[in-house]
């Protein structure tokens, strides 16, 4: 008598599957929205500084929110997806460079002013498809001010509310 081939459970082929596509999944494809947390300065890296706690990822989007003026330290190079200012007066010191893929913003909150200066190193905002956008007072007021290092963006949008 000759035996059946050996055959997997059509159920528990598709568990196999669905649990190796989860455990694939690496932490840069689950992108988190992360809020700088500190108002006074503080370095990109210190996980303290951010909420969630934690050192935001490339496909993660960051947003400042604080009102009054601090340095940010990007002190690593770092990749995010976007970067959004909505108040405050931010000093923007980059060792090496800062990539955003999608967007960087500044002036996100209407009836709100928020400043950012560019000391040195680079900010770069481009991504393979040639669209990413550097925004300067797209809903409020924004102001961004290049006193050292290099900008690099595929577009450039400076609508009314911007100021230079």
Same mark, same amino acid.
């Given at each position: ?6 055959? !997997? ?8 599957? =669905? ?6 999944m690496s932490r840069a494809t689950i992108a988190t929205e992360y809020y700088w947390t500190n108002s006074l300065s503080g370095l990109f890296s ?8 934690? @050192?935001? &990822? ?8 604080? %009102?009054? &003026?601090?340095?940010?330290? +990007? ?14 007066? #931010? +000093? /923007?010191? +980059? &060792?090496? %460079?800062?990539?955003?893929?999608? %967007?960087? /913003? =500044?002036?996100?909150? %209407?009836?709100?002013?928020?400043? *950012?200066? !560019? *000391?040195?190193?680079?900010? @770069? *905002?481009?991504?393979? &498809?040639g669209d990413g956008v550097l925004s300067v007072g797209r809903i409020g007021t924004g102001e961004l001010e290049l006193r050292g290092g290099r #900008? *690099? ?12």
């Amino acid at each position: 008598m000759k035996k059946p081939p050996f055959t !997997v459970p059509k159920r528990l082929f598709t568990l196999v599957f =669905v649990f190796l596509l989860f455990a694939g999944m690496s932490r840069a494809t689950i992108a988190t929205e992360y809020y700088w947390t500190n108002s006074l300065s503080g370095l990109f890296s210190d996980p303290t500084n951010w909420s969630p706690n934690g @050192i935001p &990822a490339d496909s993660d989007s960051l947003t400042f929110t604080n %009102a009054g &003026a601090y340095l940010l330290t +990007i002190d690593t190079n770092a990749t995010n997806s976007t970067a959004s200012f909505h108040e405050g007066t #931010v +000093i /923007q010191s +980059i &060792a090496g %460079a800062w990539r955003l893929t999608d %967007a960087w /913003q =500044v002036g996100e909150t %209407a009836g709100s002013t928020s400043r *950012v200066a !560019v *000391v040195d190193g680079s900010l @770069i *905002v481009t991504n393979e &498809a040639g669209d990413g956008v550097l925004s300067v007072g797209r809903i409020g007021t924004g102001e961004l001010e290049l006193r050292g290092g290099r #900008v *690099v963006a595929d577009t450039l949008l400076a609508t009314g509310g911007s100021r230079s």
